[in-house]
């Protein structure tokens, strides 16, 4: 967090960094707009900031963030030099240090080729990235088999965790978490998993992991299919009819793919042309579907390509009762319990 408290104007830094109604390790975002209340979005509670340093919903007494500090806090993002920023601000964002990602709005500068850059930017929103360790440990064991990877979709409505897990994975296989180690390829389209800032991955991906970002994903797959000889690649976000051709590829040459897509049900899968057609071949082996019922990056279910359950969230109530939320893992005959993971004798 230290890299977003550097880059505000610094009053805004101050009244939320150093206030005692804030935890800034619970920041999951900070949503600036010129002449309006500051907006901040935390684990258990969003709402604007207020003058006495409350967090709520309502629009009295509210902190606003004036073009003065709008100004500032621009100028900080781009280390002062908003030339040298250009292609990412042709894009709408950029990636500060730490891997956290700015996304901006304001005036679009068109030319003939399209969109040039931003100007008069009047709205930034500054969403944290951040690095749960062991937030994937449920899903690891039913992702291989006999040694390889079996291809995987995590799935879940916005804001859920589909990233922090999807970094978490990549970080387990390719370090050798999951009973041997997996050389991992990151079509990194618009640097969301890894963070890269100047060439280095500002978080975890592990030890054998390989990043192309800047590019659309389709393409930077079939990059890295050339180029690394990944034994897995990863994409956010996949869905584009238009990146299909590359996983097609990458099934018949054996590479397997760990990505994530927008929905909360096969139903919604299916009506993604990409993700149906994968689907319909049985591309994809294991669907990991996320929710927030307790939390960002709640599993609520873990399925293969049959349509056979492999895991189930249970509620709190059958927990109550002395029922575990973890399953038998049909991958590895290994058996989850409260206490741990165990191989039955």
């Not at 994530?260 to 591309?283: F, N, Q, W």
Request: charged fraction near 25%; proline fraction near 3%.
């Amino acid at each position: 967090m230290d890299a977003i408290r550097k880059c505000l104007a610094e009053d805004i830094s101050r009244d939320v960094f150093a206030n005692k109604h804030i935890v800034p390790t619970e920041i999951q975002e900070l949503r600036l707009r010129k002449e309006q209340p500051l907006w901040i979005r935390m684990e258990n509670n969003s709402g604007f900031l207020h003058t006495d340093g409350t967090v709520g919903t309502s629009s009295k007494r509210c902190r606003v963030v004036t073009a003065q500090e709008m100004k500032a806090t621009i100028s900080k993002l781009s280390a002062y030099s908003l030339y040298a920023f250009e292609e990412e601000l042709r894009q709408g964002f950029l990636t500060i240090e730490g891997g956290h990602r700015v996304g901006f709005c304001g005036k679009v500068v068109w030319g003939k080729d399209g969109i040039r850059t931003l100007s008069q930017i009047s709205s930034l929103n500054i969403r944290t990235a951040r690095e749960i360790r062991g937030c994937a440990d449920k899903i690891l064991p039913f992702l291989t088999e006999q040694g390889k990877f079996l291809p995987t979709v995590i799935v879940s409505p916005p804001g859920c965790g589909k990233t922090t897990i999807l970094r978490e994975i990549i970080r387990n296989i390719s370090s050798g978490c999951c009973g041997r180690l997996f050389t991992v390829g990151v079509a990194d389209e618009r640097g969301e998993i890894s963070g890269m800032r100047n060439g280095v991955p500002q978080l975890d991906l592990g030890f054998c992991t390989d990043v192309i970002y800047g590019c659309p994903k389709g393409e930077g797959m079939e990059m890295l299919l050339r180029s690394m000889a990944p034994d897995v690649i990863a994409a956010d976000e996949l869905g584009g009819i238009g990146e299909y051709t590359a996983v097609e590829n990458m099934a018949y040459g054996g590479v397997g793919l760990l990505c994530t897509a927008h929905g909360g049900s096969m139903e919604d899968l299916r009506k993604r042309p990409c993700l149906s057609a994968m689907m319909e071949r049985h591309m994809m082996k294991r669907f990991v579907f996320l929710s927030a019922a307790e939390g960002a990056g709640t599993i609520e279910s873990i399925s293969d390509d049959g349509g056979k359950i492999l895991y189930t969230r249970k509620k709190k109530e059958e927990k109550d009762n002395g029922i575990s939320d973890y399953g038998h893992c049909y991958n590895c005959a290994l058996y989850h319990t409260d206490r741990g993971i165990f191989r039955p004798a």
